[in-house]
């Protein structure tokens, strides 16, 4: 009964609309990284990507306002501050990899860095499919569980990426150019962990499904 009341008062649907704004913000920095990666523009997609990160502190300031300001809101309050932070925390990654890169001064990327530069883009733009199926999330459960999977999947394979990028580092660094071999694993576990965000995203929409079909 609670439930058919709560479906039948006003809703603050304006969290969509911030939600997707954060998704495209993701993308653009995910596709700023891809870009650097590739050795295309280092230092432009550097400074892409911090401005970026900035505009994706203010939205989530503005859901974080609105979650305290309204009185009715599309799913559970903590699944909103979970799900937005979530977000930030993969661009926030994004940033610290920037950050590693300025401070050791890099313009050239192993292959397997790259692959997981695309890796990233694909998870971004993945969780950038999902955002807007939240808005009806009965309807859109089995693509939004898809896409969560599909999530795993790409998180999956740059654990391997990183397991095989460092192997190759010890091999040819290990032995005569210990800072190289430092350099290349801060590197290989930042891109790590801007994957693992995205996978703590697609956890968050999992649980909002489950919660809410």
Known sequence: MLGLFRRLLPREDRFFDLFDAHARTVVSAADALNQLL??????????????????????????????????????????????????????DMMHKTVKTIRLFEQTSFDPRMQAMGAAILEAAHLIAEAIPLLGRISVNAPRLSMIAEEITRVEGRSDDLHEQGLKDLFHRHGTNNAMAYIIGSELYGKLEKVLDRFEDVANEISGIVIENV
């Open 38 to 91: 590739s050795g295309n523009n280092i230092d432009e997609n550097c400074e892409r990507i911090v401005t970026l990160e900035d505009e994706a502190d203010d939205i989530t300031r503005d859901v974080l306002l609105a979650v305290r300001r309204s009185f009715i809101t599309p799913f559970d309050r903590g699944d909103i501050k979970d799900l937005i932070q979530s977000m930030d925390d993969a661009i």
